[in-house]
């Protein structure tokens, strides 16, 4: 299986088909994980031919507010491999969807796309890596895992790896 993620930010959501390069991308591809595709609950997202889209829409804070300019996930799965594909969970605040991909394999797949807001961010779940670390405990007892995403985990000055001296 061949997984691509990209972080879209909104750009091509309604026009996928029109970019023949991302289309020549695809075709070698099994699932197509977008983040950031900024649609709401309800929007019609374009799907490629050939495709089949499980997707979670930009949350809603708890005020009823929808978040701007972020957010939003859908994932492109080849139809060859749709019909064993189910969604396992969903976040509740938007930032990940757990597929279930069955029968293929010796276990079944549990893929994880993720998008983790900003630190700082008013929407930034503080405890987004614990909910995922149980998520990804629950699976395993399951099947195998494939965790994907944009952890938005830009270290900057510091070191992006443990240092075990």
């Not at 879209?8 to 309604?14: E, L, R, S, Y």
Request: proline share 2%; aromatic share 10%.
């Amino acid at each position: 299986m061949r997984v691509c993620l990209w972080n879209i930010h909104g750009a091509v959501i309604t026009k996928l088909e029109t970019h023949e390069h991302l289309l020549d991308l695809f075709q070698h591809v099994d699932v197509v994980a977008l983040t950031e595709t900024h649609h709401f609950s309800g929007d019609t997202f374009a799907v490629l031919s050939g495709f089949c889209c499980f997707d979670v829409a930009k949350p809603v804070t708890p005020q009823g507010v929808v978040q701007n300019h972020s957010g939003g996930i859908a994932v492109l799965v080849r139809e060859t491999w749709a019909n064993n594909t189910t969604i396992w969970n969903t976040a509740r605040d938007g930032t990940r969807i757990w597929l279930r991909l069955g029968n293929a394999f010796q276990r079944r797949l549990f893929l994880c796309i993720v998008y983790a807001t900003p630190q700082g961010s008013p929407y930034a779940d503080n405890s987004l890596f614990e909910h995922i670390c149980q998520e990804v405990g629950e699976a395993m007892n399951l099947g195998d895992v494939l965790l994907v995403g944009d952890f938005n985990a830009r270290t900057s000055i510091n070191i992006d790896f443990i240092d075990c001296s």
